[in-house]
């Protein structure tokens, strides 16, 4: 009998290679899986599995993984205000760890003898897999093909073509990754240190002209509405904020980060929605948080992000930290008014009940309810006191 192994596919030049390579070269029964987590529509996934089964797959899987994705990953990015170098929402990094939950669960499911993904040997997403697939399916055998016989892409083509495989193997100038919280675009622009993605690189296009205000009310930190629309699920208010924002052509950068394996790289990403999400829950925060919850959530969220961003989900100080960030939000409730316009957006303000910006309490700079002069002047003395005298006893030493 056969041994099984479970392959994440995509459907692309990489993952068809590897399907017929497992199959026909090694011997394998190849079960593959896609997680979509965003990015795929139902007509695209329909053919990915089309194009699975033609060249020779036992079964193929699709996992709807976009609501797992938001409540095991996305939410916490959203309550800890989360940008890689203070850039990046971890478009693709968020989205492979998801993935790679999903395919070592369905190796389990499958009692499968090995994994396989098409990773390359240059990137990130070979270390998030493999780590996770030791962690979770430990014994299992992982392959990774396109790594271990360092191909060139038209040593790919030509051995697909001699087994008959007929698909499209032009490649695409940008390469394109698209998932629910953004979309990342590479190109000979972010292969240098300078350049930048022409428009027409930009998956969304520009379309909308002049600006509008939209409406974002959260609910314990998580998006419940967008101008008075209710959702089930915040995913659907991210998606449904997308086609708002995204043909105005906000949230476009380049990200400059550090691999896990050492090295620098240049990616373009498109992310309209979460940039734009995550400024106005910031916004919301700094208004109904104190300054000490802000500042540990600061410190924890970035450690937080750059643990995610290099495949350490699994390690259990996340679900820690998960904690901290959970019950930091039981007040991030209101409204929070945003102004779209071409290629930028302005947070206008926000309204809670839990706002401490009151002016039941003083208004700042001008004057104060709470307190006296007197009240002031004494504290301003005590709050400076160890450091009056530090420097009384500094001055002393020097003068001997």
């Given at each position: 009998m056969a041994k099984k192994v479970v392959l994440?596919?995509?459907?692309?030049?990489?993952?068809?290679?590897?399907?017929k390579y497992l199959g026909e070269d090694?011997?394998?029964?190849?079960?593959?899986?896609?997680?979509?987590t965003g990015g795929f529509s139902d007509e695209e996934l329909k053919k990915i599995e089309e194009h699975a089964y033609k060249l020779g797959v036992k079964t193929h899987t699709t996992v709807n993984a976009v609501k797992g994705y938001y409540d095991r990953i996305i939410k916490y990015l959203i309550y800890g205000n989360v940008l890689k170098n203070n850039t990046y929402p971890l478009s693709v990094s968020a989205e492979r760890l998801?993935?790679?939950?999903?395919?070592a669960e369905h190796a389990q499911k499958l009692k499968a003898d090995?994994?396989?993904?098409?990773?390359?040997?240059?990137?990130n997403d070979q270390v998030r897999f493999d780590m996770i697939f030791h962690i979770l399916i430990p014994g299992v055998e992982i392959i990774t093909p396109i790594r271990d016989l360092k191909l060139s892409r038209e040593a790919e083509i030509e051995y697909l073509k001699g087994k008959g495989v007929n698909m499209n193997?032009?490649?695409?100038?940008?390469?394109?990754?698209?998932?629910?919280?953004?979309?990342?675009?590479g190109g000979k622009e972010t292969l240098s240190s300078k350049g930048m993605l022409p428009e027409e690189a930009?998956?969304?296009?520009?379309?909308?002209?002049?600006?509008?205000?939209?409406?974002?009310?959260?609910?314990?930190?998580?998006?419940?509405?967008?101008?008075?629309?209710?959702f089930d699920h915040p995913s659907e208010a991210i998606q449904y904020l997308q086609t708002i924002a995204g043909a105005y052509g906000v949230g476009r950068d380049i990200h400059?980060?550090?691999?896990i394996i050492g090295i620098k790289g240049r990616v373009g990403f498109e992310a309209a929605a979460p940039m734009v999400i995550l400024k106005a829950h910031h916004a919301l925060e700094k208004h109904v948080l104190t300054k000490w919850q802000l500042n540990w959530k600061d410190q924890l969220a970035q450690f937080y992000g750059n643990w995610l961003h290099e495949g350490q989900i699994m390690d259990p100080v996340m679900r820690d930290i998960e904690a901290y960030l959970e019950n930091s939000q039981a007040h991030v409730t209101g409204d929070v008014f945003v102004?779209?316009?071409?290629y930028r957006f302005q947070i206008i303000g926000i309204e809670s009940t839990y706002d401490l910006m009151s002016s039941k309490f003083g208004k700042y700079g001008e004057m104060n309810t709470g307190w006296s002069g007197e009240d002031v002047r004494g504290f301003s003395k005590i709050f400076g006191n160890q450091t009056s005298i530090w420097n009384s006893v500094k001055e002393d030493n020097e003068k001997k």
């Open positions: 994440g596919f995509s459907g692309g030049l990489d993952t068809t290679f590897c399907v090694q011997g394998y029964e190849v079960h593959s899986i896609i997680v979509n998801s993935q790679a939950l999903h395919i090995a994994v396989a993904h098409g990773s390359t040997g240059a990137g193997f032009a490649k695409a100038v940008y390469s394109i990754n698209k998932g629910l919280w953004g979309t990342s675009v930009w998956p969304t296009q520009v379309t909308k002209t002049g600006s509008e205000e939209v409406k974002l009310h959260f609910e314990k930190g998580e998006l419940k509405k967008v101008n008075d629309k209710t400059v980060g550090d691999t102004n779209l316009q071409p």
